[in-house]
Protein backbone atom coordinates (compact mmCIF):
# COMPACT_ATOMS: atom_id res chain seq x y z
CA UNK A 1 0.00 0.00 0.00
CA UNK A 2 2.03 3.02 -1.39
CA UNK A 3 -0.32 5.35 -0.75
CA UNK A 4 0.99 8.60 1.33
CA UNK A 5 0.17 9.06 4.87
CA UNK A 6 -1.43 12.79 5.34
CA UNK A 7 -0.15 15.08 7.62
CA UNK A 8 -1.79 18.99 8.71
CA UNK A 9 -1.18 21.20 11.35
CA UNK A 10 -1.71 24.55 11.44
CA UNK A 11 2.37 25.30 11.47
CA UNK A 12 5.56 23.46 11.79
CA UNK A 13 5.09 21.42 15.12
CA UNK A 14 3.13 18.50 13.03
CA UNK A 15 6.56 18.41 11.73
CA UNK A 16 7.64 16.73 15.00
CA UNK A 17 4.90 14.10 13.95
CA UNK A 18 6.39 13.57 10.86
CA UNK A 19 9.58 13.24 12.02
CA UNK A 20 8.41 10.53 14.52
CA UNK A 21 6.56 8.87 11.93
CA UNK A 22 9.40 8.84 9.60
CA UNK A 23 11.49 7.43 12.07
CA UNK A 24 9.07 4.51 13.58
CA UNK A 25 7.56 3.72 10.09
CA UNK A 26 10.40 4.18 7.70
CA UNK A 27 8.58 2.65 4.73
CA UNK A 28 6.02 5.06 4.54
CA UNK A 29 5.45 8.13 2.23
CA UNK A 30 4.30 11.48 3.77
CA UNK A 31 2.44 14.35 2.24
CA UNK A 32 2.63 17.60 5.24
CA UNK A 33 0.64 20.22 4.84
CA UNK A 34 1.37 23.24 7.50
CA UNK A 35 -1.37 26.17 7.82
CA UNK A 36 1.72 28.75 8.32
CA UNK A 37 0.34 31.47 6.60
CA UNK A 38 -2.77 31.27 9.33
CA UNK A 39 -1.03 29.77 12.72
CA UNK A 40 -1.72 29.70 15.52
CA UNK A 41 -4.65 28.09 15.75
CA UNK A 42 -4.68 28.36 19.42
CA UNK A 43 -6.92 31.76 20.25
CA UNK A 44 -9.07 30.85 17.11
CA UNK A 45 -13.14 29.75 17.61
CA UNK A 46 -14.22 26.63 16.82
CA UNK A 47 -15.88 27.72 13.41
CA UNK A 48 -12.62 29.06 12.24
CA UNK A 49 -10.93 25.98 13.01
CA UNK A 50 -13.07 23.66 11.71
CA UNK A 51 -13.62 25.66 8.45
CA UNK A 52 -9.54 25.87 8.15
CA UNK A 53 -8.87 22.12 8.86
CA UNK A 54 -11.12 21.06 6.08
CA UNK A 55 -9.56 23.25 3.51
CA UNK A 56 -6.28 21.46 4.54
CA UNK A 57 -8.15 18.03 4.49
CA UNK A 58 -9.90 18.94 1.20
CA UNK A 59 -6.29 19.10 -0.47
CA UNK A 60 -4.82 16.34 0.94
CA UNK A 61 -7.39 13.82 -0.01
CA UNK A 62 -6.81 15.20 -3.65
CA UNK A 63 -3.19 13.73 -3.22
CA UNK A 64 -5.17 10.11 -2.50
CA UNK A 65 -4.15 10.01 1.06
CA UNK A 66 -4.19 6.31 2.78
CA UNK A 67 -4.86 8.01 6.37
CA UNK A 68 -5.15 11.63 8.14
CA UNK A 69 -2.94 12.35 11.30
CA UNK A 70 -4.04 16.04 12.35
CA UNK A 71 -0.88 16.61 14.00
CA UNK A 72 -2.25 19.59 15.73
CA UNK A 73 -3.57 19.74 19.02
CA UNK A 74 -6.33 22.38 18.69
CA UNK A 75 -7.52 21.09 15.49
CA UNK A 76 -7.94 17.46 16.76
CA UNK A 77 -9.97 18.98 19.88
CA UNK A 78 -12.33 20.96 17.46
CA UNK A 79 -12.97 18.63 14.49
CA UNK A 80 -11.53 14.86 15.24
CA UNK A 81 -15.08 13.41 15.84
CA UNK A 82 -16.40 15.23 12.78
CA UNK A 83 -13.37 14.09 10.55
CA UNK A 84 -13.76 10.55 11.77
CA UNK A 85 -17.31 10.21 10.92
CA UNK A 86 -17.01 11.91 7.28
CA UNK A 87 -13.88 10.46 6.23
CA UNK A 88 -13.51 7.15 4.88
CA UNK A 89 -10.09 6.44 5.22
CA UNK A 90 -8.47 6.00 9.03
CA UNK A 91 -8.32 9.80 10.95
CA UNK A 92 -6.02 9.77 14.13
CA UNK A 93 -5.89 13.16 15.96
CA UNK A 94 -2.83 14.11 18.96
CA UNK A 95 -5.06 13.67 22.06
CA UNK A 96 -5.74 10.52 22.54
CA UNK A 97 -1.75 9.11 21.72
CA UNK A 98 -0.79 11.16 24.32
CA UNK A 99 -3.63 10.52 27.19
CA UNK A 100 -3.12 7.15 26.78
CA UNK A 101 0.84 7.10 27.23
CA UNK A 102 0.23 9.42 30.17
CA UNK A 103 -1.99 7.13 31.57
CA UNK A 104 0.67 4.15 31.48
CA UNK A 105 3.45 6.30 32.62
CA UNK A 106 1.71 8.17 35.86
CA UNK A 107 2.00 6.56 38.59
CA UNK A 108 0.13 8.98 41.21
CA UNK A 109 -2.78 9.53 38.75
CA UNK A 110 -1.93 13.27 38.85
CA UNK A 111 -1.16 14.22 34.83
CA UNK A 112 -0.61 17.98 34.11
CA UNK A 113 -1.12 19.10 30.53
CA UNK A 114 0.16 22.34 29.08
CA UNK A 115 -0.87 23.27 25.58
CA UNK A 116 -2.85 26.14 23.35
CA UNK A 117 -5.87 28.40 24.55
CA UNK A 118 -8.06 26.36 22.33
CA UNK A 119 -6.85 23.08 23.05
CA UNK A 120 -7.26 23.65 27.18
CA UNK A 121 -10.43 25.67 26.54
CA UNK A 122 -12.16 22.59 24.80
CA UNK A 123 -11.10 20.81 27.77
CA UNK A 124 -10.47 17.54 25.42
CA UNK A 125 -7.51 16.45 27.45
CA UNK A 126 -9.17 16.11 30.53
CA UNK A 127 -12.08 14.46 28.86
CA UNK A 128 -9.69 12.01 27.19
CA UNK A 129 -7.80 10.85 30.52
CA UNK A 130 -11.07 10.98 32.57
CA UNK A 131 -12.63 8.63 30.07
CA UNK A 132 -10.03 6.06 30.05
CA UNK A 133 -9.90 6.17 33.82
CA UNK A 134 -12.15 8.65 36.06
CA UNK A 135 -9.68 8.87 38.90
CA UNK A 136 -7.07 10.72 36.59
CA UNK A 137 -6.70 14.00 37.98
CA UNK A 138 -6.07 16.97 35.37
CA UNK A 139 -3.92 20.03 36.04
CA UNK A 140 -4.00 21.87 32.47
CA UNK A 141 -2.63 25.04 31.64
CA UNK A 142 -2.33 27.54 28.19
CA UNK A 143 1.08 28.91 27.45
CA UNK A 144 0.12 31.07 24.35
CA UNK A 145 3.45 32.60 24.04
CA UNK A 146 5.40 29.24 23.03
CA UNK A 147 3.81 28.78 19.61
CA UNK A 148 4.17 31.56 17.99
CA UNK A 149 8.10 31.48 19.96
CA UNK A 150 8.35 28.39 17.74
CA UNK A 151 6.89 29.37 14.78
CA UNK A 152 9.63 32.14 14.55
CA UNK A 153 12.20 29.57 15.24
CA UNK A 154 13.21 31.00 18.85
CA UNK A 155 14.04 27.19 19.90
CA UNK A 156 16.01 27.52 22.90
CA UNK A 157 18.61 30.32 24.87
CA UNK A 158 17.84 32.98 27.16
CA UNK A 159 14.97 34.63 25.98
CA UNK A 160 13.10 30.75 25.04
CA UNK A 161 13.74 29.95 28.56
CA UNK A 162 12.31 32.84 30.20
CA UNK A 163 9.79 32.44 28.64
CA UNK A 164 8.70 29.17 29.44
CA UNK A 165 9.96 29.40 33.11
CA UNK A 166 7.44 32.18 33.50
CA UNK A 167 4.48 30.65 31.60
CA UNK A 168 4.99 27.50 33.61
CA UNK A 169 4.79 28.95 37.04
CA UNK A 170 1.42 27.90 38.21
CA UNK A 171 2.32 24.26 36.80
CA UNK A 172 5.30 24.16 39.41
CA UNK A 173 3.29 25.90 41.96
CA UNK A 174 1.09 22.49 41.94
CA UNK A 175 3.30 19.49 43.28
CA UNK A 176 0.84 16.87 42.89
CA UNK A 177 1.63 15.88 39.09
CA UNK A 178 4.33 13.26 38.37
CA UNK A 179 3.52 13.20 33.87
CA UNK A 180 2.95 16.61 31.92
CA UNK A 181 1.83 15.94 28.21
CA UNK A 182 3.24 18.30 25.60
CA UNK A 183 -0.61 19.25 24.66
CA UNK A 184 0.60 20.90 21.54
CA UNK A 185 3.00 19.33 18.81
CA UNK A 186 5.04 22.67 18.76
CA UNK A 187 5.86 21.84 22.41
CA UNK A 188 8.40 19.05 21.65
CA UNK A 189 10.75 21.47 19.63
CA UNK A 190 11.20 23.36 23.09
CA UNK A 191 11.69 19.81 25.28
CA UNK A 192 14.66 20.02 26.90
CA UNK A 193 13.91 23.67 28.50
CA UNK A 194 10.63 22.18 29.61
CA UNK A 195 12.30 19.52 31.18
CA UNK A 196 14.55 22.01 32.97
CA UNK A 197 11.94 24.05 34.39
CA UNK A 198 9.47 21.58 35.47
CA UNK A 199 12.77 19.34 36.77
CA UNK A 200 13.33 15.61 36.20
CA UNK A 201 10.92 13.79 38.85
CA UNK A 202 8.28 14.79 35.96
CA UNK A 203 7.70 12.39 33.20
CA UNK A 204 7.40 14.36 29.65
CA UNK A 205 4.65 12.62 27.69
CA UNK A 206 5.48 14.03 24.18
CA UNK A 207 2.17 13.41 21.81
CA UNK A 208 4.05 13.47 18.56
CA UNK A 209 5.86 10.30 19.83
CA UNK A 210 2.88 8.67 21.04
CA UNK A 211 0.94 9.75 17.62
CA UNK A 212 3.67 8.02 15.64
CA UNK A 213 3.30 5.11 17.65
CA UNK A 214 -0.44 4.99 16.91
CA UNK A 215 0.00 5.85 13.72
CA UNK A 216 1.60 2.59 12.88
CA UNK A 217 -0.97 0.27 14.80
CA UNK A 218 -3.93 2.32 13.01
CA UNK A 219 -1.85 1.20 9.40
CA UNK A 220 -1.48 -2.41 10.71
CA UNK A 221 -4.94 -2.52 11.87
CA UNK A 222 -6.55 -1.39 8.63
CA UNK A 223 -3.91 -3.63 6.32
CA UNK A 224 -2.27 -0.25 5.41
CA UNK A 225 1.29 -0.91 6.15
CA UNK A 226 3.51 -0.37 2.95
CA UNK A 227 4.94 -3.77 2.35
CA UNK A 228 6.83 -3.30 -0.04
CA UNK A 229 10.08 -1.38 -0.66
CA UNK A 230 10.57 2.02 1.61
CA UNK A 231 9.12 5.07 -0.29
CA UNK A 232 11.03 8.12 0.53
CA UNK A 233 9.72 11.17 -1.91
CA UNK A 234 7.94 12.53 0.62
CA UNK A 235 6.38 16.27 -0.10
CA UNK A 236 5.79 18.70 2.40
CA UNK A 237 3.76 21.99 1.71
CA UNK A 238 3.55 25.20 3.75
CA UNK A 239 0.69 28.27 3.23
CA UNK A 240 3.35 30.67 4.28
CA UNK A 241 6.69 31.74 4.26
CA UNK A 242 9.17 29.43 2.52
CA UNK A 243 12.36 30.34 4.10
CA UNK A 244 11.40 29.86 7.80
CA UNK A 245 9.16 26.82 7.24
CA UNK A 246 12.43 25.32 5.58
CA UNK A 247 15.03 26.44 8.47
CA UNK A 248 12.68 25.10 11.23
CA UNK A 249 12.18 21.99 8.97
CA UNK A 250 15.88 21.00 8.57
CA UNK A 251 16.63 21.73 12.20
CA UNK A 252 13.85 18.92 13.14
CA UNK A 253 14.99 16.51 10.12
CA UNK A 254 18.69 15.48 10.43
CA UNK A 255 21.11 15.32 7.46
CA UNK A 256 19.93 12.21 6.28
CA UNK A 257 17.12 13.53 4.73
CA UNK A 258 17.77 15.29 1.97
CA UNK A 259 14.31 15.48 0.18
CA UNK A 260 12.97 17.80 2.13
CA UNK A 261 10.74 20.40 0.25
CA UNK A 262 8.68 23.19 1.00
CA UNK A 263 6.92 24.64 -1.92
CA UNK A 264 4.45 27.16 -0.81
CA UNK A 265 0.65 26.87 -2.39
CA UNK A 266 -1.89 29.75 -2.57
CA UNK A 267 -5.21 29.52 -3.97
CA UNK A 268 -5.40 25.34 -3.39
CA UNK A 269 -5.83 26.05 0.15
CA UNK A 270 -6.76 29.52 1.22
CA UNK B 1 -19.93 -1.76 25.43
CA UNK B 2 -19.89 -3.73 28.87
CA UNK B 3 -18.59 -7.13 26.75
CA UNK B 4 -15.49 -8.45 28.44
CA UNK B 5 -12.01 -8.66 26.84
CA UNK B 6 -10.96 -11.84 26.48
CA UNK B 7 -7.25 -12.80 27.19
CA UNK B 8 -5.24 -16.43 26.91
CA UNK B 9 -1.99 -17.97 27.75
CA UNK B 10 -0.57 -21.06 27.88
CA UNK B 11 -0.46 -20.13 31.91
CA UNK B 12 0.59 -17.44 34.50
CA UNK B 13 2.42 -15.42 31.84
CA UNK B 14 -0.75 -13.77 30.34
CA UNK B 15 -1.69 -12.41 33.97
CA UNK B 16 0.88 -9.71 33.49
CA UNK B 17 -0.64 -8.62 30.11
CA UNK B 18 -4.44 -8.88 32.17
CA UNK B 19 -2.93 -6.74 35.51
CA UNK B 20 -1.73 -3.74 32.78
CA UNK B 21 -5.00 -3.99 30.81
CA UNK B 22 -6.99 -3.57 34.54
CA UNK B 23 -4.77 -0.46 35.41
CA UNK B 24 -4.58 1.40 32.15
CA UNK B 25 -8.15 1.08 31.07
CA UNK B 26 -9.18 0.29 34.44
CA UNK B 27 -13.13 0.42 32.97
CA UNK B 28 -13.25 -2.70 31.30
CA UNK B 29 -13.74 -6.18 32.04
CA UNK B 30 -11.61 -9.71 31.89
CA UNK B 31 -11.78 -13.12 31.30
CA UNK B 32 -8.52 -14.70 31.70
CA UNK B 33 -7.82 -18.11 30.44
CA UNK B 34 -4.18 -19.78 31.70
CA UNK B 35 -3.49 -23.88 29.78
CA UNK B 36 -1.68 -24.38 32.83
CA UNK B 37 -2.25 -27.95 32.72
CA UNK B 38 -0.38 -28.14 29.15
CA UNK B 39 2.07 -25.47 29.93
CA UNK B 40 4.86 -24.49 28.20
CA UNK B 41 3.87 -24.33 25.17
CA UNK B 42 7.48 -23.12 23.54
CA UNK B 43 9.14 -26.57 23.03
CA UNK B 44 5.44 -27.70 20.77
CA UNK B 45 5.23 -28.25 17.70
CA UNK B 46 3.59 -25.48 15.55
CA UNK B 47 0.60 -28.18 14.88
CA UNK B 48 -0.29 -28.48 18.88
CA UNK B 49 0.13 -25.02 19.73
CA UNK B 50 -2.85 -24.22 16.93
CA UNK B 51 -5.12 -26.93 18.57
CA UNK B 52 -4.80 -25.90 22.15
CA UNK B 53 -5.09 -22.07 21.58
CA UNK B 54 -8.32 -22.68 19.04
CA UNK B 55 -9.43 -25.02 22.54
CA UNK B 56 -8.97 -22.24 24.53
CA UNK B 57 -10.46 -19.87 22.17
CA UNK B 58 -13.48 -21.80 21.72
CA UNK B 59 -14.12 -21.56 25.39
CA UNK B 60 -13.55 -17.53 25.62
CA UNK B 61 -16.10 -16.97 22.79
CA UNK B 62 -18.91 -18.55 24.49
CA UNK B 63 -18.57 -16.04 26.93
CA UNK B 64 -19.00 -13.28 24.36
CA UNK B 65 -15.95 -11.35 24.33
CA UNK B 66 -15.91 -8.22 22.28
CA UNK B 67 -11.88 -8.81 21.70
CA UNK B 68 -9.07 -11.09 21.82
CA UNK B 69 -5.89 -10.67 23.33
CA UNK B 70 -3.24 -13.62 22.75
CA UNK B 71 -1.30 -12.87 25.80
CA UNK B 72 1.08 -15.60 24.82
CA UNK B 73 4.20 -15.11 22.35
CA UNK B 74 4.35 -18.93 21.11
CA UNK B 75 0.60 -18.85 20.54
CA UNK B 76 0.84 -15.43 18.64
CA UNK B 77 3.68 -16.38 16.59
CA UNK B 78 1.79 -19.76 15.64
CA UNK B 79 -1.74 -18.79 15.42
CA UNK B 80 -2.73 -14.78 15.23
CA UNK B 81 -2.81 -14.50 11.51
CA UNK B 82 -5.23 -17.47 11.39
CA UNK B 83 -7.05 -15.86 14.69
CA UNK B 84 -7.22 -12.54 13.04
CA UNK B 85 -8.37 -13.88 9.38
CA UNK B 86 -11.14 -16.59 11.03
CA UNK B 87 -12.84 -14.39 14.11
CA UNK B 88 -15.13 -11.50 13.39
CA UNK B 89 -13.87 -9.66 17.17
CA UNK B 90 -10.55 -7.62 17.14
CA UNK B 91 -7.58 -9.91 17.67
CA UNK B 92 -4.16 -9.23 19.48
CA UNK B 93 -1.44 -10.89 20.01
CA UNK B 94 2.10 -9.89 21.75
CA UNK B 95 4.48 -9.71 19.15
CA UNK B 96 3.63 -6.86 16.97
CA UNK B 97 3.25 -4.69 20.43
CA UNK B 98 7.04 -4.96 21.86
CA UNK B 99 8.45 -4.63 18.18
CA UNK B 100 6.92 -1.06 18.26
CA UNK B 101 7.84 -0.45 21.13
CA UNK B 102 11.85 -1.44 20.78
CA UNK B 103 11.78 -0.39 17.47
CA UNK B 104 10.53 3.04 18.78
CA UNK B 105 13.27 2.73 22.07
CA UNK B 106 15.96 1.69 19.96
CA UNK B 107 18.90 4.19 19.12
CA UNK B 108 21.13 1.81 17.16
CA UNK B 109 18.86 -0.15 15.54
CA UNK B 110 19.83 -3.57 17.52
CA UNK B 111 17.65 -5.04 19.09
CA UNK B 112 17.70 -8.44 21.52
CA UNK B 113 15.20 -10.53 21.81
CA UNK B 114 14.70 -13.60 24.90
CA UNK B 115 11.07 -15.90 24.46
CA UNK B 116 10.79 -19.40 24.72
CA UNK B 117 12.56 -22.12 22.09
CA UNK B 118 9.03 -21.74 19.61
CA UNK B 119 8.54 -18.25 19.84
CA UNK B 120 12.29 -17.75 19.01
CA UNK B 121 12.22 -20.63 16.16
CA UNK B 122 9.45 -19.15 14.51
CA UNK B 123 11.28 -15.56 13.78
CA UNK B 124 8.31 -13.88 14.51
CA UNK B 125 10.09 -11.07 16.05
CA UNK B 126 12.60 -10.70 13.19
CA UNK B 127 9.64 -10.82 10.84
CA UNK B 128 7.69 -8.18 12.88
CA UNK B 129 10.69 -6.15 13.18
CA UNK B 130 12.24 -6.14 9.92
CA UNK B 131 9.08 -5.87 8.26
CA UNK B 132 8.76 -2.53 9.94
CA UNK B 133 12.51 -1.10 9.63
CA UNK B 134 14.23 -3.43 7.31
CA UNK B 135 17.63 -1.79 8.96
CA UNK B 136 17.00 -3.49 12.59
CA UNK B 137 19.47 -5.81 13.38
CA UNK B 138 18.08 -8.63 15.55
CA UNK B 139 19.75 -10.52 18.27
CA UNK B 140 17.29 -13.42 19.52
CA UNK B 141 17.93 -16.26 22.10
CA UNK B 142 15.66 -18.63 23.51
CA UNK B 143 15.94 -19.09 26.94
CA UNK B 144 14.17 -22.02 27.72
CA UNK B 145 14.14 -22.43 31.66
CA UNK B 146 12.33 -19.34 32.31
CA UNK B 147 8.84 -20.38 31.70
CA UNK B 148 8.91 -23.49 33.87
CA UNK B 149 10.57 -21.72 36.49
CA UNK B 150 7.87 -19.26 36.95
CA UNK B 151 5.59 -21.35 36.84
CA UNK B 152 6.50 -23.14 39.59
CA UNK B 153 6.78 -19.94 41.07
CA UNK B 154 10.36 -19.16 41.60
CA UNK B 155 10.22 -15.10 40.61
CA UNK B 156 13.84 -14.15 42.71
CA UNK B 157 16.33 -15.27 45.04
CA UNK B 158 19.81 -16.76 44.13
CA UNK B 159 18.29 -19.96 41.91
CA UNK B 160 16.63 -17.41 39.71
CA UNK B 161 19.32 -15.60 39.45
CA UNK B 162 21.95 -17.91 38.40
CA UNK B 163 19.13 -19.34 36.24
CA UNK B 164 18.50 -15.89 34.64
CA UNK B 165 22.89 -15.26 34.31
CA UNK B 166 23.69 -18.50 32.58
CA UNK B 167 20.99 -18.36 30.10
CA UNK B 168 21.67 -14.64 29.08
CA UNK B 169 25.54 -15.47 28.61
CA UNK B 170 25.38 -15.29 24.66
CA UNK B 171 23.33 -11.88 25.43
CA UNK B 172 25.79 -10.26 27.60
CA UNK B 173 28.57 -11.13 25.15
CA UNK B 174 26.71 -9.14 22.73
CA UNK B 175 27.65 -5.73 23.24
CA UNK B 176 25.98 -4.17 20.36
CA UNK B 177 22.06 -3.99 21.63
CA UNK B 178 20.85 -1.31 23.31
CA UNK B 179 16.89 -2.44 23.79
CA UNK B 180 15.98 -6.16 24.76
CA UNK B 181 12.40 -7.35 24.31
CA UNK B 182 10.65 -9.63 27.06
CA UNK B 183 9.27 -11.99 24.16
CA UNK B 184 7.19 -13.76 26.68
CA UNK B 185 4.80 -12.47 28.46
CA UNK B 186 6.09 -14.78 31.70
CA UNK B 187 9.31 -12.49 31.68
CA UNK B 188 8.10 -9.60 32.90
CA UNK B 189 7.79 -11.12 36.34
CA UNK B 190 11.53 -11.88 35.96
CA UNK B 191 12.20 -8.48 34.82
CA UNK B 192 13.93 -6.97 38.12
CA UNK B 193 16.64 -10.26 38.04
CA UNK B 194 17.31 -9.43 33.73
CA UNK B 195 17.42 -5.93 33.94
CA UNK B 196 20.60 -6.03 36.50
CA UNK B 197 22.12 -9.07 34.75
CA UNK B 198 22.05 -6.95 31.65
CA UNK B 199 22.62 -3.98 33.01
CA UNK B 200 20.68 -0.34 33.45
CA UNK B 201 22.55 1.01 29.78
CA UNK B 202 19.47 -1.53 28.09
CA UNK B 203 16.11 -0.42 27.59
CA UNK B 204 13.97 -3.65 28.43
CA UNK B 205 10.53 -3.49 26.66
CA UNK B 206 8.23 -5.41 28.15
CA UNK B 207 5.25 -7.18 25.75
CA UNK B 208 2.74 -6.79 28.62
CA UNK B 209 3.02 -3.14 28.61
CA UNK B 210 2.70 -2.77 25.13
CA UNK B 211 0.11 -5.32 24.54
CA UNK B 212 -2.43 -3.24 27.33
CA UNK B 213 -1.62 -0.15 25.61
CA UNK B 214 -2.34 -1.36 21.89
CA UNK B 215 -5.78 -3.08 23.64
CA UNK B 216 -6.73 0.46 24.48
CA UNK B 217 -5.95 1.82 20.69
CA UNK B 218 -7.55 -1.38 19.19
CA UNK B 219 -10.91 -1.35 21.01
CA UNK B 220 -10.96 2.83 20.72
CA UNK B 221 -10.40 2.74 16.66
CA UNK B 222 -13.19 -0.34 16.76
CA UNK B 223 -15.62 1.98 19.22
CA UNK B 224 -15.60 -0.81 21.80
CA UNK B 225 -14.60 0.73 24.60
CA UNK B 226 -17.04 0.80 27.67
CA UNK B 227 -18.12 4.21 28.03
CA UNK B 228 -20.23 3.74 31.06
CA UNK B 229 -19.46 2.59 34.71
CA UNK B 230 -16.77 0.55 35.49
CA UNK B 231 -17.24 -3.01 35.44
CA UNK B 232 -15.02 -4.69 37.94
CA UNK B 233 -16.28 -8.78 37.81
CA UNK B 234 -12.86 -10.01 35.99
CA UNK B 235 -13.30 -13.96 35.85
CA UNK B 236 -9.94 -16.49 35.88
CA UNK B 237 -9.90 -19.36 34.50
CA UNK B 238 -7.10 -21.76 34.72
CA UNK B 239 -6.40 -25.30 33.04
CA UNK B 240 -4.56 -26.47 35.38
CA UNK B 241 -3.65 -26.34 39.42
CA UNK B 242 -6.06 -23.97 41.36
CA UNK B 243 -3.41 -23.10 44.38
CA UNK B 244 -0.07 -22.26 42.46
CA UNK B 245 -2.54 -20.28 40.17
CA UNK B 246 -3.76 -18.18 42.34
CA UNK B 247 -0.39 -17.69 44.66
CA UNK B 248 1.31 -16.48 41.27
CA UNK B 249 -1.87 -14.32 40.64
CA UNK B 250 -1.91 -12.57 44.07
CA UNK B 251 1.65 -11.96 43.67
CA UNK B 252 0.91 -9.90 40.31
CA UNK B 253 -2.18 -8.08 41.48
CA UNK B 254 -1.95 -5.96 44.30
CA UNK B 255 -4.43 -6.33 47.37
CA UNK B 256 -6.99 -4.15 46.25
CA UNK B 257 -8.05 -6.87 43.31
CA UNK B 258 -10.14 -8.37 46.21
CA UNK B 259 -12.49 -10.37 42.86
CA UNK B 260 -9.72 -12.78 41.28
CA UNK B 261 -11.06 -16.19 41.46
CA UNK B 262 -9.47 -19.27 39.88
CA UNK B 263 -11.41 -21.66 38.25
CA UNK B 264 -10.38 -25.38 37.11
CA UNK B 265 -12.38 -26.65 34.18
CA UNK B 266 -11.40 -29.53 32.66
CA UNK B 267 -13.67 -30.96 29.81
CA UNK B 268 -14.75 -27.57 28.61
CA UNK B 269 -11.15 -26.95 27.12
CA UNK B 270 -9.20 -30.41 27.67
Redesign the interface.
Known amino acids: MKRPIGVIDSGVGGLTVAHEIMR????ERLIYLGDTLRCPYGPRTKEEVNKFTWELVEFLLEKNIKMLVVACNTATAFTLEELQSKLNI?VIGVI?PGA??A??FTQNNHIGVIGTEGTIRSNAYNKALQ?????IQVSALACPLFVPMVEQGTLKGEVAERVIKESLIPLNNNKKIDTLILGCTHYPLLKDTIQRVVGEHITIVSSS?ET???T???L??HDL?N?GN?VYDHQFYTTGDVGIFTKIAQGIFNSSIDNLQAVRIEKAVI
Open positions: QIPKPQRAINSINEDEARESIIDVLQP
